[in-house]
Each structure stands twice: as C-alpha cells, then as structure tokens.
C-alpha cells in the first residue's frame, strides 16, 4: 500500500515518539489517530505477544465523557445492556445502536461515578450522536472528549510489568474492573481488560503530559522480562474471535447478528433508543451471524469481504482473515446465514488469490 501522508487531521499521540523510537514498521488511521499496526513482523510480534509482554499504545480508543444528571440516563439511551446495576470500579462491554437496533460501536464503558462515564470507543465518530441526543432530549448532561489515552499492557507478564510501577496491587484487578493507582503523583484508572487473549491491563493516562513518562518506566521496568512496544495483533485477534467494529460488524448489523446477544437486555434495558426494534431481534433470532471459518491453504492479506460461497449460492461473507502459526491453518472471522452456519458446514471462500476450501469452525481458536 501507498504511504499514509501525516497532517495535523491524522492525530499523533502522547506515546507517539516512544513508538517511533521503538522502530514501528506500520500504521492504521484509528478515530483520527495514529494506531501501530507492526513492529517486527506481525508473526514475530505475535509469538513474542505469547510469550511475553508488550506495551501498546491503544490512544487512538478515545474517550467520549458523560458527566452531568443526566449521563446514566444517556448512556442507557445508548446501548441494549442492561446499565442499571453497574457500579463504581466496573468497565463493561457495551453494544452501542442506533434506532433500527444497528451497531454503532461496540466500546468498553467505564463508571467513575454516578454522573460520569467514560465510553472508549472502537474506530466510529459515536461522539456526534451521543451529543446529538443529548441535545434532542435536552439532557443535563456533558458529552466531551476528554484528554484521555489508554496505554495497554498485554501478555503473560503483563501482571509483573504492571506490578513493578503501580504495585501488587494491580494484582487484585478483577476482570473488566478497573482500581485508581497512583504514577508519579498522578491517580490513573487501571482496568484488566484489553484487545488481545492473553490478559492484561488498560491504563486510562489522562493527561498527555504524562504518557512518555509512564511509557518510558514501564519499558525499563519491563527490561528484565523482555517487553517490546506492539499493538493488537491481526493473527492473535481471529484467533480468539476478537471482533473489530468496521470489519466484522457494522451499522447494518445487530448486536445478535454479531453473536453479542448475551449482552442485550432488551426487557429491562429501559431507555434504549433501539429497544423495540431489537425486542423484535430477539425474539425472532437473526438470519445471520458471526462464525469461526477454518480456510484451507495459505490467504492473502483482507482488507475487503469475500464471498461465502455454497456452489454457486453466495451464503456469507470472511471479514477478516490470518494465517495461524499455531494452528497451522487459515482462520477467519465471518458472517453466515443460518442455512449454513452449523459447525462443519463445508464452503468455499473466494480470496483475491482463488478460492479457498472453508468451513464453520465450531468454536475460535483461544
């Protein structure tokens, strides 16, 4: 592919110059951001996310801030899970839809108080709707984007790399709860959670002032137990069926179309703008959805849909796709009809390379 042309439209980050001094290989545009793509390779950096720990910078997950009266009674508007219950120190996954029940992102909720959220959001512009209806329902509420950038720490040492600058405390994080720890005077919010299988944290750095300096301990704190820079890894995501907003799903799909149904309570998510349209989804059930597709033979980098195909019936769609070193096979991300979801289905995928022999695959991989 060409080159990405910096300007002052595509965002740099607080942890930019750490990531260029790390030797970045490759970028995608995330929110109007800068998101590292590679470093070494991404099978290198794959094996070394397996085996070891990686800090990401994960800025590009920007934050839209409810803060006011009325911010829970907002952020139910938005989403089909049921908020009511969701207490302080809690981060939850929440499908965000819009009046038809189509996702709009799929972010990663955080409760600081009763009256103030943060939503960290997947690669949508979410923030002009959420302002949108709170200026419709004329809302008390303050919808912003804060100046907040996640930083990650995936791998199996994250626990240790994290320990050595904010203590054992981090330990105790419960998953997809977060506690307030302190860096050099500063209290920042430490979740476990993050965009990779193999367990970690997210580091809510407000303040851009701050970000080199905790980008910076951590890589030497992280010298004795090998940390390099990385990033959400292509092969490790398909493997553990992490869905990306824009590739796997998107505003023409439900959250039950995307296999998110456990995270709808559309009896008691009261509020939701796509409530009733999505009561219908739920109880007819969706004609497709997202499955594991085992792809035969080696694929091509996706960067576009391939068609599904039974014969010469197109029956579904791979949205995304890897090479697996692990599992010495193609994997892949898809959506099916449910004619032809069952596990074992056998199909074909038509890759820009030729077609490929697929099938349902029962589960992901990890």
């Known amino acids: ?151 990650a720490i995936q791998g199996p040492k994250a626990d240790d790399l994290a320990a050595a600058v904010f203590g054992d405390a981090v330990r105790d994080i419960r998953f997809f709860r977060y506690k307030r720890l302190e860096f050099q005077g500063r209290t920042l919010v430490v979740a476990r959670s993050g965009y990779s299988k193999q367990g970690g944290f997210e580091i809510y750095v407000e303040g851009t002032d701050i970000g080199m300096p905790l980008w910076n301990a951590l890589m030497e704190a992280g010298k004795s137990m090998d940390v390099h820079a990385g990033c959400p890894n292509g092969i490790e995501r398909v493997e553990g069926g992490l869905l990306s907003y824009g590739n796997d799903m998107t505003r023409e799909n439900t959250p039950h179309e995307a296999g998110l149904g456990r995270f709808c309570s559309t009896q008691s998510a009261i509020g939701c703008v796509g409530r009733d349209a999505l009561l219908r989804v739920a109880k007819e059930g969706p004609v497709q959805q997202v499955r594991a597709i085992e792809i035969l033979g ?60 697929a099938s349902v695959h029962d589960t992901f991989w990890i």
Not at 318 to 337: L, Q
């Open 1 to 151: 592919m060409a080159l990405i042309s910096p300007s002052r439209r595509l965002r740099r980050t607080p942890f930019s110059d750490g990531v260029e001094a790390a030797g970045v290989k490759g970028y995608t545009v995330y929110n109007h951001m800068l998101l590292p793509t590679v470093f070494r390779s991404v099978e290198e950096d794959y094996r070394h996310l397996k085996d070891a720990v990686q800090v990401w910078d994960v800025a590009g997950e920007r934050q839209v801030e409810l803060r006011g009266p009325d911010a829970a009674r907002l952020i139910q508007m938005l989403t089909p899970r049921d908020l009511s219950k969701m207490q302080d120190g809690q981060c939850f996954y929440v499908p965000m839809v819009d009046e038809t029940g189509g996702m709009l992102n799929d972010p990663v909720a955080v409760k600081l108080d009763d009256d103030r959220f943060w939503i960290s959001i997947a690669d949508s512009d979410l923030i002009m709707w959420v302002k949108g209806l709170a200026y419709g329902f004329r809302l008390d509420v303050l919808v912003d984007e804060p100046d907040v950038s996640p930083l």
């Open 298 to 357: 080696g694929v091509p980098p996706c960067d576009r849909a391939w068609p599904l195909m039974d014969g010469d019936r197109q029956v579904g769609q791979v949205t995304s796709a890897a090479n697996s070193p692990d599992f010495n096979t193609g994997v892949a991300i898809g959506m099916v009809r449910m004619t032809h979801w069952d596990a074992g289905t056998e199909l074909d995928v038509m890759t820009p390379d030729g077609p490929r022999a």
